[in-house]
């Protein structure tokens, strides 16, 4: 072959792949174009939102003024110092341990029973999703009202049925507010745990129940050799999703108690509300803000690594 025919061929070779090149930077363009509105409302509203907070938290700032004190580290040595912020995260670690386990436990067996043969399971689905349907602020009040100590559903209930020995101010008891208002937040969200359940369920083949079965599996044998083995990846998700939101929990702390009696149902989330919005220190809130972020974060990281864990198992 001459050396211009070998020329020619290249130059008919490489054209359709530099065409091809630009096709694809065409469509990479329109692509950027596409999730630009995206990329500039996260920005706008999460990117600058978040380091201007971790800024603040170096200011002594009032919100009301135009004067900004830079205290450096000192608002996260005063937060660090302070007993109401090591009761607040005591409490919301409590908070988060005992909502994260019944949640996703009781989520967990629903799913299990509605996924048998159930007669009316379909109501019954409904009836337990009802509740995360609900605003947090309306649940937060009716339980308030169940949980009066005088004229409350709760109290009046137990004094019927010979038990008026328990009957306490539910809320009002530093001894058991913080639990009683842990049980509100597993009955509002355990319908979504048992959605997110019975969707894992569904890959659960019943060829490998059969199975067992025919081995002589019992029905507890088969969920707890079979089922639950494949049902960790959910179970680690359900598990984290409700922690991480138990972590930042405010709505209905602040709807049904304000943190009280004495500080103990405050959580860090009520903590940083107060001092931002009653105490107007902005710079203890957004410390404390920052404190808060760097332990979503943590377990946002322990998510990822527990469900690559899952996943390679």
């Known amino acids: 072959m001459r050396v211009s025919d070998s020329h020619n061929l290249s130059s008919q070779t490489t054209g359709p792949v530099q065409a091809d090149a630009r096709r694809k ?3 990479d363009n329109i692509g950027y174009l ?5 990329v500039v409302f996260f920005c706008l509203f ?3 939102p978040l380091g201007y907070t971790i800024r603040l938290s170096f200011y002594e700032w009032t919100g009301f003024s135009n004067d900004m004190t830079f205290v450096g580290l000192r608002n996260l040595h005063d937060v660090f110092s302070n007993w109401v912020f090591w009761t607040a995260a005591k409490n919301t670690i409590l908070y988060a341990i005992v909502q994260t386990s019944l949640q996703t436990a009781l989520g967990l067996i629903l799913a299990l029973v509605l996924d048998s043969r159930l007669l009316g399971r379909e109501m019954f689905k ?3 999703f009802t509740p995360v349907l609900v605003s947090i602020a309306v649940v937060s009040l009716l339980w308030g009202r169940i949980f ?3 004229f409350g559903l709760l109290n009046g209930l137990l004094t019927k049925i010979g038990l008026g020995v328990l009957a306490r101010p539910w809320l009002g ?8 208002v842990i049980s509100v937040s597993v009955w509002q969200g355990f319908g979504y745990s048992m959605v997110l359940f019975l969707a894992g369920l569904q890959n ?6 059969e199975a067992a079965k025919i081995d002589g599996a019992s029905d507890l044998g088969v969920i707890w050799h079979i089922t639950l083995p494949l049902l960790r990846p959910v179970i680690a998700l359900v598990a984290t999703l409700t922690l991480i939101g138990a972590l930042k929990v405010f709505e209905i702390i602040y709807v049904m108690t304000s943190g009280g009696p004495n500080h103990a149902t405050e959580t860090i989330s009520s903590l940083l509300y107060y001092e931002a919005f009653r105490f107007n220190h902005m710079g203890i809130a957004s410390a404390i803000a920052v404190v808060l972020l760097i332990g979503t974060m943590a377990m946002s990281i322990l998510q990822r690594r527990v469900m690559e864990r899952e996943s390679e198992i």
């Open 126 to 128: 409904v009836l337990f």
């Open 46 to 48: 999460f990117i600058y």
């Open 34 to 38: 596409f999730i630009l509105p995206v």
């Open 148 to 150: 009066e100590p005088n």
């Open 173 to 180: 008891d530093s001894q058991v507010a913080l639990f009683a």
């Open 204 to 209: 659960v083949l019943e060829d490998l129940k």
């Open 25 to 27: 930077q065409k469509y």
